[in-house]
């Protein structure tokens, strides 16, 4: 009986993950600013 | 040569247990910390260690004592451990084989990351110095007391039969429910509700649940106080409630929200580990299934009720995860305890009676966390005031209250 309901509980779940709705929000591809402090950091390493 | 009480092997492990345990308040601190604002990061660890700091001398001094030492009603405990006087290295306290002061220390770093759990409801406001006499005030006057209660011979939780295998009253649903009383105390910060808080580092915050996890092993398995079945039973059901609470928050989260987040993979086996806290000694894998499964659910809806319904500003979800997390554990625990694992049944063997047994110290827990919580507070906001102001808030406590800043790494 508890066996038969983890096995649901886990059903459950990965039916939810995969049945789950397509990402809602539209993906924008934000530019690539690198930090100020990592950059200078980087500059006096170098 | 006289035949030493020791056991090796239960020993060893409780040795490496504590040392678990103790991996978690700084891993607390990491996790709380990336849920911050960068501002903010220096402070939130900071809170975590100067907890376990505090709570370690003074389990050591008083805490320990009032929890284990004697009986007074079944409420408190008397003083003649204090200072560990007669804590010895050289005989067994309540574990067998095990020497009593290693078992006193473990004892003693859950009593740090209790109360170090509360420390992310009142997160990016607090006044340092009421940090430290909260830690003080409430470890003695909350958490020494409810540990009495649950786990001391002649404590009258124990008494009437409660099963807290590792802590989900005394550790989960104390905090969880002093988190909330805190938040609305202290009250919200300056910008709640006007924009919503971003945490400025998950990979912080994911790297504290790996630890937690991790640490959560001696936390649970460690209960068993020696090296034996049970221990292994608890450290089987941690992890596999631990995995479940992941993928039923991020499962929840995904069908509502669209997105299956990292934060919520985290969240969500926190979740599943204070679920089957209480349980661990008690349930099969099956149940603690089941309890993962009901942690990550319970946790991720009661998060959007406590910042949306009730808007409380609970920083860092305390009470949504530990005391949600806790009451859900605790009272499955009357449910799905069973015989096989530990001797201890629930409803499903034959046990009804432990539903209500495991309700009534639920309520018990969070009635008396509630209200000493409320007074230990009220004491601190009318001496040294409970909050920083508000310019303080704005720039920052790392700068602020610190003078330091988390990620300023050249000039």
New interface residues.
């Given amino acids: 009986?508890?066996?038969f309901?983890?096995l649901i509980?886990?059903a459950?779940?990965?039916v939810?993950?995969i049945a789950?709705?397509?990402?809602?929000?539209p993906v924008v591809r934000a530019e690539s600013k690198p930090s100020p402090?990592?950059t200078?950091?980087a500059t006096?390493s170098a | 040569m006289q035949e030493s009480f020791i056991n090796a092997g239960d020993t060893a492990w409780v040795l490496v247990s504590a040392a678990l345990v103790m991996i978690m308040t700084p891993a607390l601190g990491f996790f709380y910390a990336g849920l911050v604002r960068r501002e903010n990061v220096l402070t939130t660890i900071m809170h975590s260690l100067t907890v376990l700091a505090i709570v370690s001398v003074q389990w050591v001094l008083w805490g320990y004592s009032l929890a284990f030492s004697g009986d007074i009603g079944g409420v408190i405990g008397n003083l003649d451990y204090f200072a560990f006087n007669g804590v010895s290295n050289m005989e067994a306290g309540p574990a067998a084989g095990v020497p009593h002061s290693l078992w006193a220390v473990y004892q003693g770093l859950f009593a740090a990351i209790t109360t170090a759990l509360i420390t992310g409801a009142f997160a990016e406001r607090l006044k340092f110095k009421a940090l430290i006499l909260f830690t003080v005030l409430w470890s003695t006057f909350v958490y020494s007391p409810v540990c009495h209660w649950v786990w001391a011979t002649g404590g009258w939780l124990f008494d009437f039969g409660a099963l807290d295998f590792a802590g989900g009253t005394v550790v989960h649903i104390s905090s969880g429910i002093a988190a909330v009383v805190a938040a609305v105390m202290v009250g919200h910060r300056v910008n709640f509700g006007k924009e919503e808080p971003k945490p400025h580092n998950l990979t912080y915050t994911v790297l504290g649940a790996a630890f937690l996890w991790f640490g959560w092993f001696g936390f649970n398995a460690g209960s068993a106080w020696a090296a034996n079945e049970i221990a292994a039973n608890a450290f089987v059901v941690t992890n596999v409630a631990a995995a479940m609470g992941v993928l039923s928050w991020v499962a929840a989260q995904w069908v509502r929200e669209g997105k299956p987040s990292v934060l919520g993979g985290a969240a969500g086996a926190v979740a599943g580990l204070v679920g089957i806290t209480p349980a661990a000694g008690f349930v099969n894998p099956a149940g603690a299934i089941i309890i993962g499964f009901g942690a990550g659910v319970l946790c991720y809806l009661g998060l959007g009720i406590i910042k949306n319904v009730l808007k409380v500003d609970d920083a860092l979800d305390v009470f949504a995860v530990h005391g949600i997390g806790g009451i859900w554990g605790a009272i499955a625990t009357g449910f799905l305890a069973v015989a096989s694992v530990n001797g201890p049944t629930g409803l499903i063997d034959g046990n009804p009676g432990q539903v209500w047994t495991q309700i009534v110290a639920v309520a018990a827990v969070a009635a008396y966390s509630a209200v000493a919580t409320f007074i230990l507070l009220k004491l601190i906001d009318v001496t040294i005031g409970l909050r920083v102001t508000e310019p303080e808030e704005s720039v920052g406590l790392d700068e602020s209250v610190h003078g330091e800043f988390g990620y300023r790494m050249a000039d």
Avoid: N, Y
């Fill in positions: 009986m508890i066996e309901i983890a509980c886990f459950l779940v990965l939810a993950m789950a709705p397509a990402q809602s929000r402090v990592l200078r950091s006096q």
